[in-house]
């Protein structure tokens, strides 16, 4: 069937007298009694519904009577009959209206609709001669006149800044976008679900925070008029998470968002949705088995299978166990097995080469993890759990007990990203705060303004070994639907303003 309308204007006409043709309608439509932007719809079933419920052998007399809403989306016109497409959030169905079925003001009244109105329409069920389910309407009802049309011949949005900026339109032309998050909201719910049956409590924490903490990263700042006092939109819910493990709950989870005023790329956007989540008596390890367990039941949960592709088409194996790495292995494959043994200018060099963006003023672990980051953590395609990292870059996890120059935590790299974090947490007040003064100098930060004293204390009134993880959930479903860019998974992304 044509997508065509041939009551809509010419692609040549401007969308101003397109606006404008349309506000006369309802105009029109007023004058005559009717109701352009109606009101409540009663017994709406979604068009997938139809499709289950309908019965091929029954006779057309003998069918049951459905009433569905939606946007239409095709019109075709042919004499005494019209056909036309109904969308909903379900899929799409045709529906038939015929002259004597309904009465002639109505038919009347429905040749004039455009492309883009929403409609309720009340019918049976038949099959047509291409065997076409379709809806023979008795009675046909405008919901709501739309002003604006539809982007042109309902083939949905090319320009790709339009479809961030003009989300509503994207969901309406474009049926994998809007799969892409009717299945984020699966995800998140069966995350849920699995700590939940984990024995994992579900708690809110603050968004506004006088000292952020939890992370090394640049907050959005504000002022709080009633305190009257300076407040940072929170970066991470680390440490109010691990003030209730303080205060007796065992295991916690916050899923929500955090904010940083840092860049805009495919992989971060500054308002991002995170899972943290902690649990007492844990530790590295037992982070890894939950992670592992959790990803692989989500990847059967929403796709039936434990093999994702990525934009390029490789397939990544989600099914247990996955590797787990040392980071100072990692670092000896790609730069030799001597490369701890080598003095700071060979080290340098070696960088250099690379074509790496280092300079002699860095120590040699600022240059170690500048390999890492630019040229091992890209390669890492298939799950693996990069571990032992250096201490300085975890300043809230447990020393290695057999080396602690390392700190007992994990990195999860996938498709070249990190999707989580875990850790050994810090239990220890006394180290904790020594880490934290190192952090603040290293930063240049002022003591009492990178110090979280209230957390400090909760930790000298004894916070058990805890395992903890952190996921960030818009990589994970970039992931499991194998989006290419972080805006591709969020409905409204940060954008400049026009």
Known sequence: ??????????????????????????????????????????????TAEVRAQYQPDLAPENQPEFTIAGRMTAFRAMGKSIFADVKDSSGRMQIYVQRGTVSDDEFAAF????????????????????????IKAHKVTLLTKSLRPLPEKFHGLTDIEQRYRQRYLD?????????????????????????????????????????????????????????????????????????????????????????????????????????????AYGDCNSMM???????????????????????????IELKRPWRRAPYRELIKEKMGADWYDLSHDDKFAKAKALGLDVTPQMNDLEITHEIYEKEIEHTLIQPTFVTRLPAYLVPLAKKCEDDPTLVDVYELEINGQEISPGYSELNDPIEQRKRFVE????????????????FLTALEHGMPPTGGL????????????????????LLFPQMRPK
């Open 439 to 454: 952090q603040a100098e290293r930063e240049g930060k002022k003591l009492e303004e990178a110090i979280d004293e209230d």
């Open 171 to 279: 969901l309406i032309t474009n049926d994998e976008s809007r799969a892409i998050f009717v299945t984020r909201s699966r995800i998140v719910s069966e995350i849920r679900k699995f700590l939940e049956s984990k024995g994992f409590m579900e708690v809110e924490t603050p968004m506004l925070q006088a000292i952020p903490g939890g992370a090394s990263a640049n907050p959005f700042k504000s002022y709080y008029e009633a305190l009257s006092c300076p407040v940072y939109m929170r970066i991470a819910t680390e440490l109010y998470l691990k003030r209730l493990i303080v205060g007796g709950f065992e295991r916690v989870f916050e899923l929500n968002r955090n904010f940083r005023n840092e860049g805009i790329d495919r992989r971060h956007n500054p308002e991002f949705t995170a899972l943290e989540l902690y649990q």
């Open 111 to 134: 040749k004039k609709l455009d492309l883009g109105d929403i409609i309720g329409v009340t019918g049976v069920p038949f099959t047509t001669r291409t065997g076409e389910l379709t």
């Open 1 to 46: 069937m044509s997508e065509e309308n041939t009551n809509a204007p010419a692609p040549e006409v401007k969308q101003e007298d397109i606006f404008t043709q349309r506000l006369n309608k309802v105009h029109e439509i007023e004058a005559a009694g009717g109701l352009p932007f109606g009101r409540r719809f009663d017994n709406v079933i979604k």
């Open 470 to 489: 952190g996921i960030g959930i818009d990589r994970l479903v970039m992931l499991l639907t194998g989006a290419e860019s972080i805006r591709d998974v």
């Open 289 to 315: 088995d939950i992670m592992e367990e959790m990803v692989t039941t989500l990847a059967m949960k929403i796709n039936g299978t434990t093999q994702v592709k990525n934009a390029e088409g490789t397939v």
